[in-house]
């Protein structure tokens, strides 16, 4: 077993397990990633996005994406763990673990003090594994998104509706 940084040769292999992914989340559907998107986000001059990956016998098996965020409450970045997968024959192994493992060494030689992601609420392998570790839900925060035309119609609203 080996954890290691995602290099450009890799991307075929992340794109592949972030589709494996969705099917898991029911939701193969909503991939538009492409090889293209993934190496120009994660391979630019200023990449905003990381990947770490599990090795096994030289094949990828499993796939840690993430990014900084920030706490204004403790003035500090964090990270922000976009997806985590291991492919099914290996789970169970230890390569889950090993990832968070590294992106939480990351956060303690950075000097970074969060380490978030979202897991689905019907996912309870996951919430169980997550929970073991010491991670607590956040039950008390809502997640909000805007896609398409709720961001178009964010961009055009110019005054505060009266929900605010």
């Not at 929970?131 to 505060?160: C, H, N, Q, Y």
Request: net charge negative; glycine share 6%; aromatic share 10%.
């Amino acid at each position: 077993m080996s954890i290691r940084p995602a290099v450009p040769g890799d991307v075929p292999a992340i794109l592949t397990l972030i589709r494996e992914l969705a099917k898991y989340e029911k939701a193969l559907d909503q991939v538009r990633a492409t090889e293209e998107d993934l190496a120009s986000s994660l391979f630019c001059e200023n990449p905003q996005v990381f990947a770490h990956l599990a090795v096994h016998n030289e094949i990828v098996v499993g796939v840690a994406i993430w990014h900084l965020n920030y706490s204004t409450w403790l003035g500090k970045h964090g990270i922000y763990l976009e997806d985590l997968f291991v492919v099914p024959e290996h789970r169970g192994s230890g390569y889950g673990l090993a990832l968070l493992r590294e992106l939480a060494t990351i956060c303690l030689h950075r000097g970074y003090e969060r380490f978030q992601w979202w897991v689905l609420d019907w996912n309870q392998p996951s919430i169980d594994f997550y929970t073991s570790l010491g991670a607590v839900a956040m039950d008390d925060w809502t997640v909000f998104r805007a896609t398409g035309t709720a961001i178009e119609k964010i961009a055009k609203t110019t005054s505060p509706t009266s929900n605010q």
